[in-house]
């Protein structure tokens, strides 16, 4: 038998213990309020996707439960009282397993999501589900075009080794992941919309693809694209799910602090 790993303190009088599942800015954010808050014991949980992290103000625990199963396990054995799901807007997976552990227990769960960005005029967007499909929207003639849509990603453009392509990631996708005709740029947004104008120009990007992962740090490149008119192929995050969801950073908080019941 194992012994049940204790990521929280072990206190008998304790305040509320919420795990927030995050690997986004908003995680971060709210991290940095969930530090100041002495009525909360919050643990962050990272995927451990990035191996070099940025630093965090709360106690993090790095790597995947092992599914539904693994996670139920992890909350009962640390007696979590809630779970916030601030996790990026495309990680589907996680999302599903914290809904069903969360049910199992009863656990109360919240979602700090991001709204996705709306096509506004000027923007040439051709939306699609997902990576196979926006592959196949760049069609077959050569074309000059500007990843960014996270490493673990860029792998379905190999499918498509007639255009040129320009990858944008935190870190580098393995050699043998990256399409044939290839420049990788490593950097951490946000960027600024003369920087992106700039970028795209002086590499004569004709198409960008991306995620629409919603909110300010990264939409930039989507101004730049509308102010050079260049076609974006945007991948449509999955649907919205009915779970509860958090407005803000001050809902989150409210959510965080709600007393355990007696
Ligand atoms: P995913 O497909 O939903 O998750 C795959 C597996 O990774 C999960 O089943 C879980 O493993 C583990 N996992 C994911 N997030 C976790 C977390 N916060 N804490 C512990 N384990 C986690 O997720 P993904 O798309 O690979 O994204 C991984 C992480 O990167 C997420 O935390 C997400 O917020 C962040 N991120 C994703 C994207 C994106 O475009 N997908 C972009 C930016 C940041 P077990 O089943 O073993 O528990």
Sequence with gaps: MTTPRHDFAQDSD??????????????????????????????????????????????????????????????????????????????????????????ALDIPLAVLAR??????????????????AAVAALGSSPRRVFLTIGRLSVPAFRAAPQHQYLVRSIEPPEPEELPPSCELILARGPFSREDEIHLMRERQIDALVTKNSGGPL?????????????????????????????????????????????
Excluded at 223 to 242: F, H, Y
């Design 115 to 132: 709204e996705p960005w709306r096509r506004a005029e000027g923007d040439r967007w051709v939306e699609v589900s997902d990576m196979a």
């Design 14 to 103: 304790r305040a509320p213990r919420l795990l927030l599942l995050g690997g986004t800015s908003e995680a971060r954010a709210l991290s940095e309020r969930l530090a100041r808050e002495p009525g909360v014991q919050a643990v962050v949980s990272l995927a451990g996707r990035t191996r070099a992290p940025l630093a965090s103000p709360l106690p993090t625990r790095v790597g995947g439960f092992g599914g539904v199963e693994g996670l139920r396990r992890y909350l009962v054995d640390n007696g979590v009282d809630r779970v916030i799901d601030a996790t990026h807007p495309f990680a589907e997976q996680i999302s599903a397993n914290a809904r069903e552990a969360c049910a």
């Design 218 to 262: 990264t939409y930039a490149k989507i101004e730049a694209a509308r102010a050079l008119s260049l076609e974006t192929i945007v991948v449509m995050p999955p649907g919205a799910q009915a779970e509860s969801r958090l407005e803000n950073l001050e809902a989150a908080l409210d959510f965080a602090r709600a007393k355990r019941p007696a």
